[in-house]
């Protein structure tokens, strides 16, 4: 096996750095949990559709500003590799004023978020009014929220991603046990979880700053506005992000164009499709942990200039990410009619999950795949790239969508989606071998 080749001291470092990495995305659902048991025991189904709807704007809202992690992820890590203190600082520095700038805009203008989004998901007036005030609370949060974006990338660049856990583990079971807190003890309602998400966030942030603060102090650089607000690192730093944002918006449209698809076909498909969508999302879950990885280490390689390094962390990386893949498709495969029984005990539900199972089978391996090719594109700031090619990835989604539902339903749908990953695979595939070159050879 062609990993054999590998020193084993690479295997290690990247399931090092993978591990606390796919730990840290564990807890985000184990907190959504939290949030429906809670306020789904006080009686009120207005309640439950408030925070759901409120949690998806949010997520929604917070997803297109992803830019301040990945972004600062690839070039952190090269300004790592490159033993660059001065910039590897002013890296994180524009990060967190920009993620701060962003935060206080979302923090004033919380007021009209939801007058804006009703529209579109037609809520009633009881969930609406709860949900505005889910909002106007945790909007409060945004700033640290968005600054922590920054923090989270600059350290996994940095390799502390035991670190990036441990921040996980703050913001989530501390949000978890003040939800107990404010809604059980407190009789809170819906302002308890929003209070509870407030506090965690912020407090979540600090200990961040905090960390940063001390990394910082150790690297003895000096701090300079000129260094900081350089306009050319500045510039390349809006446009990485522009990229970012774009492709993330593509992303974004592809799995609302899913979801709608899936509601045209049907009431019965939409559940089923919206249960099945849960394994895809578990999988990320794992496979995310090494694509991550690959972010960090690409990104340290081609600072370091080392293509030798970038071979090597590419390879182990991709292996790691796609055992992972190969892994999830056969738990799906053998244990799927199971896990769907935990998430629904609705009949038809059920028996037509079965019927689509084998799309969940397949999609792990592609996923990988194309995850791992996002990361790697990542470290190596190739995001231009990954733009184009999610914008090429959405439209082949679109089109054959159109044609494959009409004759084949759901199965059409399903097809279309995976199509849709391999053209994500595709597009960066074709574009690896430039990316290589873009590496300097010792």
Not at 25 to 49: F, K, M, Q, R
Request: charged share 10%.
């Amino acid at each position: 096996m062609f990993t054999t080749m590998l020193k084993m001291s690479v295997h290690k470092k990247v399931i090092a750095i993978a591990l606390p990495l796919i730990l840290s995305n564990l807890t985000a659902p184990l907190l959504g949990l939290v949030d429906t048991a809670v306020i789904g025991h006080l009686g009120e189904a207005s309640y439950l559709a408030a925070i759901t709807a409120g949690a998806w704007i949010f997520s929604f809202l917070y997803g297109n500003f992803i830019f301040l992690r990945m972004g600062t992820t690839g070039l952190a890590a090269q300004s790592f590799g490159s033993k660059n203190h001065d910039e590897l600082i002013n890296i994180i520095l524009r990060s967190l004023i920009i993620g701060l700038f962003f935060g206080i805009l979302i923090l004033l203008l919380r007021n009209i978020i939801m007058p804006l989004v009703n529209p579109m998901l037609n809520l009633s007036e009881q969930v609406s009014e709860h949900a505005s005030l889910y909002i106007s609370i945790r909007a409060l949060s945004a700033p640290a929220a968005l600054m922590n974006f920054g923090v989270t990338g600059w350290l996994i660049a940095m390799q502390k991603t035991r670190i990036v856990l441990f921040l996980a583990f703050v913001v989530n079971g501390l949000n978890a046990i003040l939800d107990v807190v404010f809604v059980i003890f407190l009789d809170m309602g819906i302002s308890g979880v929003a209070t509870g998400t407030l506090i965690s966030e912020w407090i979540a942030c600090l200990i961040g700053l905090t960390i940063v603060v001390s990394l910082i102090k150790r690297m003895d650089s000096e701090i300079t506005l000129s260094g900081i607000f350089n306009k050319r690192s500045f510039g390349l730093l809006f446009n990485i992000n522009l990229d970012i944002f774009l492709r993330t918006l593509c992303l974004t449209l592809s799995h609302l164009w899913f979801i709608n698809r899936s509601s045209t076909i049907g009431d019965l498909q939409l559940a089923v499709n919206g249960v099945l969508l849960n394994f895809h999302i578990f999988a990320a879950f794992f496979i995310d942990g090494f694509a991550f990885t690959a972010e960090t280490l690409v990104g340290e390689s081609k600072g370091a200039r080392d293509f030798k390094m970038f071979r090597e962390y590419v390879i182990a990386s991709s292996f790691w990410c796609l055992l992972v893949g190969v892994f999830c498709s056969i738990i799906f495969w053998m244990l799927g009619s199971n896990m769907v029984s935990l998430l629904t005990d609705i009949p038809t539900v059920n028996q037509y999950s079965g019927t689509y199972l084998i799309w969940i089978v397949i999609l792990p391996v592609i996923s990988a795949v194309s995850y791992q090719l996002d990361g790697i594109f990542l470290g190596a700031t190739q995001t231009s790239a990954m733009r184009n090619g999610m914008f090429i990835s959405l439209v082949v989604l679109v089109v054959s969508s159109f044609y494959l539902v009409s004759n084949l339903g759901n199965h059409g749908l399903w097809c279309a989606f995976v199509l849709f990953m391999i053209t994500r695979c595709l597009t960066l595939g074709l574009k690896y071998k430039s990316l290589e070159n873009s590496i300097v050879r010792d």
